[in-house]
């Protein structure tokens, strides 16, 4: 039986309890994505808009059911944009495996072209023979003492080079991958107590907002919740709801971000309504990523140099649920504190993904009315 070095990568994802693949196909990826894609193997491919956003993605799916995901980056790891949402996995003990490929005949698959210290372990696997020891060895280091990501460099050659063999899942799972590691990263935050379910998963933006929003609703009970810890990296919590909802559809998944932290990823949005997820996004608009922390002071009325402000001052902000709407999602504005319960409830009953821009004061500490 003669596999290509795609199908051994497909069937050894299956064996090691991979269930989607997330990414950016380059040209030196196609025959593992059509591995993925061929009958047997059955591998969702969600296919991100930007490619840090596709391990921030695998990042919350791991936190939300403790399994990992594979990763697809267009480029080698030494030249990705992926690089630092690698770090915050790293940092915050997710797993994930990041495989990356290139094209011999135009030189971006040469060894110089790698990260070191970005992952637990980076492997170049030189040859088709090599494939399946190494992808065993990777789900095995994985979970080997502190979890983390582990990355494998798979040039597009060895992807679609054949070589006869017969591979039982046995080969090719690791030795811990019936023992995977229980829920991560449940602490407590502020929950939204009245409409919520007891089992909704709550993904929070940077640590400034966590501390903002138990302020704006006081009325939370708290419940556990999902965020960045070592590394706080902005643009984590679109594709880390995402990740969420696709490894627990059955539960409410609910984003909640600052308005600078969702300019970072918003374009993820197109993933959940291509895969109709019903991710509810909450975007705190206060015209400012700084402002949330109040650790600026105002001079002599000139705005603050981490607002978002047009040349005379005045605040500047998108209109987060029209560019939601464009994009496919039910979305609404609250300006005032009585629309808060009406929007989350619609937002949370609807069939899609559905974002509610909530319209705050440039501090955080002022009226909230």
Not at 19 to 33: F, K, R
Not at 335 to 351: G, V, Y
């Amino acid at each position: 039986m003669k596999l290509t070095g795609g199908q051994i990568v497909a069937k050894a994802l299956k064996a090691n309890g991979v269930d989607y693949v997330a990414g950016m196909p380059g040209e030196g990826s196609w025959a593992l994505v059509e591995a993925l894609l061929r009958t047997g193997s059955d591998i969702p491919f969600i296919h991100v808009i930007q490619e840090q956003s596709a391990v921030h993605l695998a990042d919350g799916y791991f936190r939300a059911c403790g399994r990992p995901m594979a990763i697809l980056l267009p480029a080698p790891l030494g030249l990705s944009k992926a690089l630092g949402a690698i770090a915050v996995a790293l940092a915050d003990a997710s797993a994930m495996l990041v495989i990356t490929g290139g094209d011999a005949e135009r030189g971006v698959d040469s060894p110089g072209f790698t990260a070191t210290g970005i992952s637990k372990e980076h492997v170049r696997v030189a040859s088709i023979e090599q494939l399946a020891q190494a992808l065993r060895q990777a789900f095995d280091t994985m979970f080997s003492g502190r979890v983390g990501p582990v990355s494998l460099d798979i040039p597009a050659a060895v992807q679609s080079a054949s070589v006869d063999a017969s591979l039982s899942p046995a080969t090719l799972r690791a030795n811990n991958a019936g023992d995977i590691p229980p829920l991560m990263a449940l602490r407590p935050l502020a929950q939204l107590s009245s409409v919520l379910e007891g089992d909704a998963l709550l993904m929070v933006g940077t640590q400034s907002l966590q501390e903002t929003v138990s302020e704006l609703f006081p009325d939370y009970q708290h419940r556990g919740h999902f965020c960045t810890t070592g590394a706080g990296a902005l643009g984590w919590a679109v594709p880390a709801a995402i990740g969420a909802k696709l490894a627990m559809p059955a539960r409410q998944v609910v984003c909640a971000v600052s308005d600078g932290d969702f300019l970072q990823s918003m374009q993820e949005l197109a993933v959940c309504v291509m895969h109709s997820l019903p991710v509810v996004f909450l975007v705190f608009n206060n015209s400012g990523p700084e402002s949330l922390s109040d650790v600026q002071v105002s001079l002599a009325g000139q705005h603050r140099a981490g607002e978002f402000s047009l040349p005379d001052g005045k605040p500047y902000s998108p209109d987060f649920a029209g560019i939601a709407r464009n994009f496919g999602l039910d979305a609404w504005r609250v300006e005032h504190a009585s629309q808060l319960n009406p929007a989350f409830i619609k937002a949370l009953n609807s069939k899609g993904p559905s974002l509610v821009e909530i319209i705050t004061a440039r501090s955080s500490r002022t009226s909230q009315s």
